[in-house]
């Protein structure tokens, strides 16, 4: 396989000694890292790059959308300043907007205020949430005729990405996820499965589990406006946790969106950091 250098790194953190409950000190490193573990997959590929050194996690899409960015950074206040001209002119002469991903382990303390300094705006804070998958809440209700399927072949990717990407705002990108999806490939042994929610046939919600970082991860979870509020989102989180835990995790992450804070509460999540996202002014 020719990504195998991701898949290699990858399996070696599947394999790590888990993390068993949310008393793990490596708890908030975990959630923090992993988000930028699920874009390092698509890095994988000729469509994206994924780099990283001992002073950042960097990701690079073709495509000028909000998730070319920094995730991870550990900088110091003497190379701080001449570090984020280096990102900005980097991006800047791709012709992409930059997002910098400001998470509890990112160095140094006060970095989103340098990086407002240099021009960034913040934006939004999504909680980083944790959930020890013994203590889900199993009476949790939904839509008794949705069907969930896993993304196994390039029509069910179709309706993954039909779903999830226009409910992003993503819609114009579609084609290039699908190159990179295919080029992965849907081999059941990798450790990162989709899932695609279904009402009469109809697909209606997405879902992705992440196992990395001794954690399950679970992301892109999405319901189109017109079933919402039926508690299908709660199924497409459920759902993949429990098949986590039938592989022997024990912890669930996820970084959530406003709106799905109060769902991801009912289910058990709690929140134990705060990712904090800055973009660029061109990009706002």
């Not at 002119?89 to 400001?102: H, M, Q, S």
């Not at 299908?232 to 024990?250: D, F, H, N, Q, W």
Request: charged letters at 25%; proline letters at 4%.
């Amino acid at each position: 396989m020719e990504n195998s250098y991701f898949w290699d790194s990858v399996n070696e953190e599947t394999n790590m000694r888990l993390i068993l409950d949310c008393s793990d000190p490596r708890l908030i490193e975990a959630i923090d890292s992993s988000w930028f573990e699920l874009f390092r997959v698509w890095g994988s590929t000729p469509y994206a790059e994924a780099q990283e050194d001992e002073y950042f996690k960097r990701m690079t899409f073709g495509d000028p959308h909000n998730y070319n960015g920094i995730f991870f950074a550990r900088l110091t206040n003497e190379n701080l300043d001449k570090k984020i001209d280096e990102f900005i002119d980097y991006f800047k002469k791709r012709g992409l907007p930059v997002t910098w991903w400001v998470g509890p382990t990112s160095k140094p303390a006060d970095l989103g205020r340098r990086l407002e300094a240099h021009g960034f705006i913040h934006t939004v804070d999504m909680p980083g949430m944790a959930v020890e998958l013994d203590r889900i809440n199993e009476n949790l209700e939904w839509a008794q005729d949705l069907k969930i399927k896993k993304v196994q072949d390039d029509e069910t990717l179709r309706h993954w990405c039909g779903v999830l990407f226009p409910t992003y705002g993503l819609g114009d990108y579609i084609d290039s996820f699908l190159a990179m999806e295919t080029h992965i490939g849907f081999d059941s042994g990798l450790p990162r499965r989709s899932y695609v929610g279904y009402l009469n046939e109809k697909p209606v919600a997405t879902s992705h589990l992440l196992l990395t970082c001794g954690v399950a991860g679970i992301f892109c979870v999405a319901t189109i406006p017109e079933v919402r509020h039926k508690g299908i989102g709660t199924a497409m989180t459920v759902v993949p946790l429990r098949e986590a835990r039938k592989m022997g995790y024990s912890v669930g992450v996820l970084q959530s969106s406003r709106m799905g804070y109060n769902a991801y509460r009912r289910i058990g999540f709690e929140e134990y950091c705060k990712i904090h996202i800055y973009r660029s002014q061109e990009e706002s």
